[in-house]
């Protein structure tokens, strides 16, 4: 990890600043301790805060090498402790010393030297200690923000593949029941099976080349919608009547891919799987304000038995993606009368895209 | 001219239907005397006619094509076509003649009919199916389609009651009466949803929506009075698994 002080110009700008400013404000304050020429406390300053200055810096890498060690332990914070007073008594031995070999070993200098060291000794170690924590705190928050973006990626991750997982359940049973009355098709009237290949190859490739985008506006849903219901009705016949109202202003809002199609599914699996009767489903997109609403009722027989679990896998698929794509502004709801059947989309406008 | 062959063909596509009619058309001593489009509309057809052979689609309205095979008595010899593939170890485990799976060839349809005129001539008869493995374990049934006479019943599953073991037959009783269907308890513990179905005697399945209350009977039995007034008694492990369903 670099270092917060050295990775950038001016971070070390700023870092030497405030150490002329400390080295201004010693070189005024041992003046109080006794009377020494200005070159000499020039040289006696510079010696001591030139050297805190460095420390500063390295104190960082001795941080860093200790990270591994469980973060509040006390073992952890005496060996800091520890190391500061070491450090820091070496640090006045030093100075001094140098200071008073240059001062010819005078008496003055060492009179001096003593009034100055509780001070010194208590700056400097309250320099390092300040440091380490400083340190000490950018090191966790950097690994927390690390872990937290791990999450987000991972997390980001599982929802792309649950949703992939969501809108792949292509209908086995459409596609070969398709492809059975397409074979039927051939032999009778060779020009709807070609219309119908011709469909159901633009049916499929909508659906298998959605893994890309999650959105797209509402006209090509509708497409898509379209050819479903074209081979849906081809395979049934006259039992379906399908209408769609769309709004004008509704048709370049942004809906989730193939969010709409599965619920035509549905409505056609308990309308016209499920019964002999005739069957209607009729399509609705409406704009309200900031959300668009997609209304598909479909009429089903009351006297057939509805399989329990059939509408219930689909809607909480479409209700898992809405939830996804739109956290707690997608909203599917389910109405049912006598006779009729009544799914509800509410998908907010992204202004942006609108 | 050689005896007919009467055909039925059971799908609710008119294109699959269609499909099967051309492909027969080479074959002059196969008649196709009925289309259906769904269980209820091929029972009919089967009650009145004499029937041979039959195109069965599975997954159809109302009555799907195994529920039709529960309830006719005197099966014609069944060739599936289907796009379900999950079916068909299970309707060749019922002696079905062959299962076509849609899309087929040509060919492939031809095979299938031939092994069913050879079992034609050979006088060979579809044994009476038992489907006890009709449904896949994961796949709780919706419905018991019974018989009542020439009458046939649908009966939703939220409509029973509760089943009583009798001899070979299961006692069905349900909002629309009583019932009796040739099944094993066993088959109805396990296709019943336990959610709702509790076994709670060696002969018994009751409906817990369906129990009006649980009252002692003797020291160590219980009796559950249902909402239409029947008693029925709960055995030891009966109780307790009423108890761990209900939480009390």
């Given at each position: 990890m670099l270092n917060p002080i050295t990775n950038s110009r001016k971070n070390i700008l700023l870092y030497t600043l405030v150490w002329v400013a400390i080295f201004t404000a010693h070189l005024y304050l041992i003046s109080l301790a006794g009377t020494m020429p200005l070159w000499f406390r020039f040289l006696e300053s510079f010696l001591n805060i030139s050297f805190l200055y460095a420390l500063g810096i390295g104190i960082w890498h001795i941080t860093v090498a200790q990270k591994n060690e469980s973060a509040y332990s006390p073992e952890r914070w005496i060996g800091i402790f520890v190391t500061g007073l070491i450090i820091i008594s070496l640090w006045q031995v030093f100075t001094g010393g140098i200071a008073w070999l240059i001062d010819n070993k005078s008496d003055t200098y060492s009179r001096i030297f003593l009034t100055i060291l509780p001070y010194r000794l208590m700056f400097g170690f309250f320099t390092y200690l300040t440091l380490t924590i400083i340190y000490h705190n950018i090191l966790v928050f950097n690994e927390i923000s690390t872990r937290k973006l791990r999450e987000e990626q991972l997390r980001s991750h599982l929802a792309e593949q649950e949703l992939n997982m969501l809108w792949s359940q292509i209908n086995p049973h459409f596609l070969f029941n398709s492809l059975n009355s397409i074979s039927a098709l051939t032999l009778s009237d060779p020009m709807k099976a070609y219309d119908m290949i011709i469909r159901l190859s633009d049916f499929l490739r909508f659906t298998i080349n959605t893994r890309d985008h999650q959105l797209h506006t509402l006209t090509e849903e509708l497409e898509i919608c379209d050819r479903y219901m074209d081979i849906e009705k081809i395979r049934f016949g006259t039992r379906i009547t399908y209408e769609k109202i769309l709004a004008n202003e509704c048709?370049?809002?942004?809906?989730?891919?193939?969010?709409?199609?599965?619920?035509?599914?549905?409505?056609?699996?308990?309308?016209?799987?499920?019964?002999?009767?005739?069957?209607?489903?009729r399509l609705d997109c409406q704009k309200e304000e900031d959300c668009l609403f997609i209304t598909i009722k479909n009429s089903y027989d009351p006297e057939s038995v509805q399989l329990k679990k059939g509408r219930g896998v689909g809607i909480e698929n479409i209700k898992q993606r809405l939830q996804l794509i739109y956290p707690h502004k997608g909203t599917l709801t389910v109405n049912k009368t006598t006779d009729t059947f009544i799914v509800t989309l509410q998908i907010p406008i992204n202004t942006e895209n609108a | 001219m050689k005896h007919p062959i009467n055909a039925i063909i059971v799908d609710d596509e008119p294109l699959a239907r269609q499909l099967i009619k051309k492909f027969l058309e080479v074959w002059p001593e196969i008649e196709i005397i009925k289309e259906c489009s769904d269980g209820f509309e091929a029972y009919k057809a089967l009650s009145e006619n004499h029937c041979d052979l039959m195109f069965l689609d599975i997954q159809m309205p109302r009555i799907n094509g195994f529920e039709l095979l529960e309830i006719i008595d005197n099966p014609p010899l069944i060739i599936f076509s289907t796009a379900h593939d999950e079916y068909a170890i299970q309707a060749f485990e019922q002696n079905a003649v062959d299962y076509l799976l849609k899309p087929y060839t040509a060919d492939r349809f031809q095979k299938a009919v031939n092994k069913a005129l050879e079992k034609f001539i050979a006088g060979e008869k579809q044994n009476k199916l038992l489907n006890e493995a009709m449904q896949k374990p994961d796949h709780f049934l919706n419905r018991i389609v019974v018989k009542e006479g020439s009458r046939v019943e649908i009966l939703p599953v939220d409509t029973l009651h509760y089943l009583e073991a009798a001899d070979d037959y299961v006692v069905i009783r349900a909002d629309k009466g009583q019932f009796v269907k040739q099944r094993t308890m066993k088959f109805y513990t396990a296709h019943l949803d336990n959610e709702w179905f509790i076994r709670v005697h060696r002969s018994y399945i009751v409906n817990i929506d369906q129990i009006e209350r649980i009252e002692p009977y003797s020291k160590e039995s219980y009796h559950i009075v249902m909402k239409n007034g029947d008693l029925i008694p709960a055995s030891r492990s009966g109780y307790k698994a009423l108890r761990e369903r209900l939480h009390f």
């Open positions: 048709r370049q809002l942004t809906v989730p891919r193939l969010i709409i199609q599965p619920l035509l599914e549905n409505a056609l699996k308990h309308g016209a799987y499920e019964t002999l009767k005739h069957c209607t489903i | -």
